[in-house]
């Protein structure tokens, strides 16, 4: 069992920054890939940004150059840095954990970010 608290969601204006947090915590160890996804209204869920236990990471078309995704193993903590915020990056944002040989998923509750002016 994995569990996943976020935190840093919030109200930001067009062009602004803001930073994601999710502590994971439970059988860390055995996490393969992290990621951040988000779930605008009426939309599918996304993946945002995802980055494995090595280091590599991978973004969506949207955000590259804007967000970046790191991982400190040693806190089991996962971020997300996010600049250059537009309107249509407002969604609720959630961590996901991928863990053991089946690739277990776990989420997080849900960070909301609105951009607006």
């Known amino acids: 069992q994995v569990q996943l608290v976020e935190s840093g969601g919030g109200l930001v204006q067009p062009g602004g920054s803001l930073r994601l947090t999710c502590a994971a915590s439970?059988?860390?160890?055995?996490?393969?890939?992290m990621g951040w996804y988000r779930q605008a209204p009426g939309k599918e869920r996304e993946m945002v940004a995802a980055i494995t236990s090595g280091g590599s990471t991978n973004y969506a078309d949207s955000v590259k150059g804007r967000f970046t995704i790191s991982r400190d193993n040693a806190e089991n903590t996962l971020y997300l840095q996010m600049k250059s915020l537009k309107p249509e990056d407002t969604a609720v944002y959630y961590c996901?954990?991928?863990?053991?040989?089946?690739?277990?998923?776990?989420w997080g509750q849900g960070s909301q970010v609105t951009v607006s002016s």
């Open positions: 439970g059988s860390i160890f055995r996490i393969n890939v």
């Open positions: 996901n954990a991928r863990v053991g040989v089946y690739e277990t998923e776990y």
